[in-house]
């Protein structure tokens, strides 16, 4: 697959080329028109990372065909870095060639950036990083205007802080969210925004409690737990668990348990399997289920999890992979019709495809 081109001209078309591949694909689940949300055509990306390419003295941003995987393309700007990456690129990429200390050895450059504006730059080495290091990039935090880290094997310098503000409006709420470094986000914070809205629409009427599974930082928990009595939310990664307590707490969110547990684990325990250490405290009995929201990983969902799924009046699914989707809907197609759909473009130009889906079980 070579490079994405990122040409505005091309967006309209090829994004109804996936939205037609999208019908098709799911054309024999009996799948409804789906609601399509397009992307901003340039400057949607809030993560972004690049190799650095050393010549002489200077220091290039790099980004490598898989078909050519030996030869780098160096580049000046990136067309869909949101403004606070594309606003540092130039000056960072200065900076670093006229401080031997920053750039000795820099092997990757890392951007976080917040639709409310901030920026984290993360700067990734093949040496140990020591005092002087740390001087010159605090100086560079400061002109940049910046979080600075830097990361080198087995080594993480924070010199302020690990992780942004985001915030944003989100059906007349204000929404806050801390993302901490390495942990993850949603790339594309536009197109998040109609994610999260969508799926409000969905669950607004259908009341009693919710089970999440795969809920990182509380990006959906946090919309949608008003929508409900109760929600049990739960996620595999330590660092995104710390980050939804925060973020609980930041939106006066009070009706939320949170348990660290993979998919597998939680399937297991409510099928009636093992007993769970980090399940102690909550009272599984006292929840009224109504409603499944999942959003896993490019994989889609183990067996359990569709074990699990089949038991729910309705199941919310959100994937960045239609494939796993289709087949996940496919093994729940005997109790579960598809009541709604949409396509979030969360990756302009390139054949990936977000997808919505409300399962509802069958009369
Ligand atoms: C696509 S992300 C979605 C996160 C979140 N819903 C959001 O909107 O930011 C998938 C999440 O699933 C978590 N994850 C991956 N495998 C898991 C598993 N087996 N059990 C539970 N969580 C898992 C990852 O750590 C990641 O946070």
């Known amino acids: 697959m070579p490079l994405p ?35 901003a055509p340039l400057g949607y990306r809030l993560r972004a990372e690049f190799r650095m390419w050393h010549v002489g003295d200077r220091v290039h941003y790099a980004m490598f065909d898989p078909a050519e995987p030996k030869r780098p393309v160096l580049i000046e700007a990136f067309a869909p870095a949101a403004a606070p990456i594309a606003r540092v690129m130039t000056p960072l990429r200065e900076r670093l060639d006229a401080s031997d ?42 002109d940049l205007g910046a979080v600075v880290i830097g990361r080198s094997r087995g080594q993480k310098v924070v010199l302020e802080r690990d992780w942004l503000i985001e915030a944003f409006e989100l059906d007349g709420r204000m929404l806050r969210y801390r993302q901490i470094e390495g942990s993850f986000t949603q790339p594309n914070g536009g197109v998040n925004r109609h994610m999260l809205s969508w799926a409000r629409r ?16 509380g990006n959906f928990t946090v919309a949608l737990a008003p929508l409900f009595d109760k929600v049990l939310a739960t996620e595999m990664s330590k660092t995104s668990v710390g980050a939804a307590h925060v973020n609980l707490e930041a939106n006066a969110v009070g009706n ?7 998919s597998e684990e939680i399937s297991d325990a409510l099928a009636g399997g093992r007993d769970y250490r980090r399940m102690r405290g909550i009272d599984l009995p006292d929840y009224r289920f109504t409603t499944l929201f999942v959003d896993p990983p490019r994989g889609g969902l183990d067996a359990a999890t569709v074990a699990l799924a089949g038991r729910f009046d309705n199941v919310l ?15 729940l197609a005997g109790s579960h019709r ?26």
């Open 317 to 331: 699914y959100i994937s960045c992979n239609p494939e796993t989707l289709r087949r996940d809907v496919g093994a």
């Open 202 to 217: 969905q669950a607004a009427g259908f009341g009693g409690d919710l089970l999440e599974l795969y809920c990182g930082n």
């Open 256 to 262: 939320v348990a949170m348990v660290r547990m993979a």
């Open 5 to 39: 081109q990122f040409d505005p001209a091309q967006y309209d078309r090829q994004l109804a080329d996936k939205v037609a591949r999208y019908r098709a694909d799911f054309a024999a689940l009996a799948m409804p028109e789906p609601e399509v949300f397009a992307s």
């Open 338 to 363: 598809i009541a709604a759909a949409a396509a979030f473009d969360q990756f302009p130009y390139t054949h990936h495809l977000e997808c919505g889906m409300w399962l509802t079980r069958r009369a």
């Open 101 to 142: 200390v920053l750039r000795r050895r820099l092997f990757q450059v890392e951007f976080l950036a917040t639709l409310s504006g901030e920026l984290m730059i993360s700067l990734v080495y093949h040496r140990r990083l020591d005092a002087d290091w740390e001087t010159a990039a605090r100086a560079l935090a400061a």
